[in-house]
């Protein structure tokens, strides 16, 4: 279905979500639901550039936190509007995607992959250091209670839980378009053979960059209203392996080919890591998040997306 | 007639080891070029280095009258030189139709101005499959393609982006008779459509009957440039491929 | 700016101690990555685990950490040859490594760093031994054993190493396979075995890694991470698979992490590892003495 369409579709879908949420009335769904969604952003986010162009990021905690701190920061030199930051939180995390990619994407996709893992621990010691937005003591964000939005009074959970749903939503919208469009084509003959895309005329560069700089920025957007949501920030939250974790296991474990297998994987492996944390233990959570990835890239490696597809093909074309 | 691809005096050297010494080379607007060489005489070094995957040391390539310094490997196919790889390089997770896509859609229509429309493209990637044969597996994906059909691939896929100047590297190798003289046809018809054409192969017998001129390659010097007739006889190119 | 140059030289050799220490760390990425080509991410989590391996051996039956690292070697040979197998069976066979070999790597790092933390807890952890504690004195120049002892163990793991590879058949092949397969089968010999016992050997040294570094600082499971950087930064500045690169380069990253942290502080040392990795990448991919 076209753009107008599925965009159509998108809107009815998250204000049925919407409307739902309020019916039940329950502050812990928006709480989870708004890891769930910030996942989603995340993971979505991850497989442009990795399940797309075949190149690994190993730091989307490094461009999560860096739109965290984004928020700290301007909290504290001249508070704005959530909205507001998730923009700054973009751009901040976008300009180091391009950086980065800059400085190493002309070498081979493993370089990259390293400098991005280097990435995260080198950010986290600039943050634990600078004590503006906290150091490692944190920083506490304080915020209102409800908003105010064209008269009506908002909790600030709700309000949040449906700007990341807005994100979300954005960034399938976004990750569908790209998968569909040149772009998508120019991205898939980087990750399938690079020299041989350089050769049919594709300028490689300039794609991989583009992609680093919409991953990070999608990132960044995930990471920004997050010191709102949590209230105070550490460097040890802002950059937990959680995030690094997930954004790369959802996508593999849901598939990476199109927009659909990190949405699948997002709320999957996100609901379970909710009911574990509740009723195990945030780190056994982790563990079988970890060899869960390690077995499906053995196994089953385009992912649960990947297996119905076989499963669904007609038996003639198998 | 200025030449349509003038190699001058290009050197490539790997840590010590000098791949290429100072060579130079020429081929006309709709010439046919074989370019033969012992293994690692620097033949595909030669052609990396043309294409930009490689960066050369000294000299400087120019076609269509204009240097090459500097420029990417995707800028220098999108002026009109196009290769073929030796180990076929498909996009593997991509129906045939959709590796044609590629090319068509970052030179040709990129030449063309704005998106055209999806028909367009689909027939325009129909039609090249059609001249190379291939039109009945359109939408299998290339690991379900004989060896033949995938140099036929390489070949259509580089022919996509329209080129000037097609390099052929080694397209005929391990392929039986009938399947080399089908290779030769298609090349010789992309000839006749106005395309200059340097094939590069060790089979004697298809470099023979297609090229206008000869060119050999030892040892990254160039030894011989000529009719076929004479560079076969030449005593350095005799030497050379039977050992001193 | 007043430096001191008893305080200029210490921080130099304690810095070029510290280079052999990492030395030791990297030799073992050089190998896999260097000459198998395998971008083993989870090396640095393996030397933990070689770490709290030597912690839970000297402080449970009172042996030296290096002794019991050496105990543990064959476990962490066989290790890395399973690991190897998996790899070469899942990825490397069907020509799929980029990707997923990469996030199979990241998974074990995972795996392992969570594993560390369900055992043993987040706190920090130490070894106790004769030469932890004093220090020689040569002049103006003060060497705290616990540096000096990994230093001269790892130069020691060095020399062994370098003499396997150039001695005898099985190293000579092992350098053989980064360079030339066809030849390699040629010889008779299996490439596929040859890079099985090469990555058993890769892992093998972070046994050896992991004790030196417990000896040299109080570890907890994250620790790995702030290694991952460095030990890629010394790979790609001493040019991949060449070991006296390694070592040379090694030193010198040694030597700017000890003065950064002498004048600057110590909380700025990952970021060193980092800002030559990438100052390397940008100017000299091929490192100063690569091939």
């Given amino acids: 279905m076209g753009v107008v369409k599925f965009s159509t579709v998108t809107i009815g879908v998250g204000l049925l979500v919407l409307a739902f949420a309020h019916w039940l009335k329950l502050d812990y769904f928006y709480f989870a639901g708004y890891t769930i969604l910030q996942f989603i952003v995340l993971a979505t986010a991850w497989n442009i550039l990795g399940g797309y ?266 | 007639m200025t030449p349509l691809l003038h190699v001058d005096n290009i050197s490539k050297r790997f840590y010590g080891f000098v791949a290429l010494d100072g060579i130079d080379l020429e081929v006309h607007p709709g010439e046919r070029l074989g370019l033969i060489g012992p293994n690692g005489s620097g033949k595909s070094t030669l052609v990396n280095c043309i294409c930009g995957t490689l960066q050369n040391e000294d000299g400087t390539v120019y076609f269509d009258g204009k240097s090459l310094d500097g420029l990417a490997a995707h800028q220098r196919t999108r002026r009109g030189l196009a290769r073929s790889f030796q180990l076929p390089r498909p996009f593997h997770s991509m129906t045939l139709a959709d590796n044609l896509r590629i090319p068509l859609l970052y030179t040709v229509h990129a030449r063309m101005g704005p998106l055209r429309s999806v028909g367009d493209l689909d027939a325009h990637c129909l039609e090249l499959l059609d001249m190379f044969g291939l039109a009945k597996k359109a939408k299998q994906l290339p690991r379900h393609l004989t060896q033949v059909e995938m140099r036929k691939l390489e070949l259509a896929r580089a022919m996509a982006a329209e080129p000037k100047l097609l390099i052929a590297d080694e397209s005929m190798a391990g392929l039986s008779h009938s399947e080399i003289d089908d290779i030769l046809a298609l090349l010789m018809r992309l000839n006749e459509r106005g395309i200059s054409i340097i094939l590069i192969e060790h089979i004697m017998s298809a470099v023979m009957k297609f090229s206008q001129r000869l060119a050999v390659l030892v040892s990254g010097k160039k030894v011989a440039d000529g009719k076929p007739e004479d560079v076969v006889r030449d005593p350095e190119v005799v030497r050379a491929y039977l050992g001193q | 700016m007043d430096i001191s140059v008893d305080l200029l030289i210490n921080a130099i050799v304690a810095g070029l101690l510290l280079g052999g220490f990492y030395a030791a760390v990297t030799v073992g990425i050089s190998i896999s990555f260097g000459m198998l080509d395998i971008v083993n991410v989870a090396h640095p989590a393996f030397i933990i685990l070689g770490s709290y391996i030597a912690y839970f051996i000297n402080v449970n039956f009172g042996l030296d950490p290096i002794v019991a690292s050496i105990i543990a070697l064959p476990a962490f040979y066989a290790l890395g040859a399973l690991v190897y197998q998996v790899y070469y069976l899942s990825f490397e066979k069907r020509g799929q490594e980029s990707l997923r070999g990469l996030a199979f790597f990241f998974g074990l790092m995972f795996v392992t760093e969570v594993s560390l933390i369900l055992v043993f807890g987040v706190d920090y952890r130490y070894v106790k031994a004769a030469y932890i504690g004093p220090s020689i004195h040569i002049g103006l120049i003060d060497m705290p054993l616990r540096m000096l002892v990994p230093c001269l163990a790892a130069l020691a793991l060095f020399g062994v190493l370098e003499l396997f590879v150039s001695r005898t058949f099985l190293g000579r092949a092992v350098m053989g396979v980064s360079q030339d397969q066809l030849a390699l089968q040629l010889m008779a010999a299996d490439p596929i075995r040859i890079k099985r016992i090469a990555f058993g050997i890769s892992i093998a040294t972070a046994s050896i890694a992991g004790a030196l570094l417990i000896i040299i600082q109080p570890i907890e499971p994250s620790v790995g991470r702030e290694y991952i950087g460095r030990v890629f930064a010394i790979c790609v500045l001493g040019g991949l698979g060449s070991m006296p690169g390694t070592l040379i380069a090694a030193m010198l990253l040694g030597v700017v992490e000890s003065l950064t942290s002498t004048f600057y502080g110590p909380s700025w040392a990952p970021a060193v590892a980092f800002g030559v990795l990438l100052l390397t990448l940008a100017f000299r991919p091929a490192g100063l003495l690569g091939r």
């Fill in chain 1, 53 to 318: 162009c075949g190149y690994v990021n190993f730091g989307s905690a490094a461009f999560f936190a860096l739109g965290a701190y984004s928020s700290v920061f301007m909290y504290k030199f001249y508070p704005l509007p959530v909205p507001v930051l998730v923009v700054i939180g973009a751009v901040v995390s976008g300009i180091v995607g391009f950086g980065m990619g800059y400085l190493t994407l002309r070498l081979r996709g493993a370089f990259f992959a390293i400098a991005t893992l280097a990435l995260a621990v080198v950010l986290q010691t600039l943050v634990v250091n600078w004590d503006y937005v906290g150091g490692s003591r944190g920083a506490y964000i304080v915020s209102p209670d409800t908003v105010d939005i064209a008269g009506f009074q908002i909790n600030y959970i709700e309000y949040l839980f449906g700007l990341m749903l807005a994100l979300a939503l954005i960034a399938l919208a976004t990750a569908r378009t790209i998968e569909r469009s040149q772009l998508g084509f120019g991205f898939g003959s980087i990750r399938d053979d690079e020299i041989a895309a350089e050769a049919s005329g594709v300028p490689t560069l300039r794609l991989k960059l583009i992609a680093t700089t919409l991953s990070g920025a999608f990132m960044g957007m995930a990471g920004a209203p997050f010191p709102y949501y949590i209230g105070y920030l550490q460097p040890s939250s802002a950059f937990g392996l959680e995030y690094t974790v997930n954004s790369i296991a959802m996508p593999m474990i849901g598939g990476t080919t199109g927009w659909v297998g990190p949405l699948v994987g997002s709320i999957l492996l996100g609901s379970l890591q909710q009911i574990a944390t509740v009723t195990i233990s945030s780190a056994v959570n982790l563990l079988i998040v970890g060899l869960l990835l390690v077995a499906f890239v053995i196994i089953a490696p385009n992912g649960l997306v990947g297996l119905a597809q076989e499963y669904l093909r007609p038996r003639r074309q198998r």
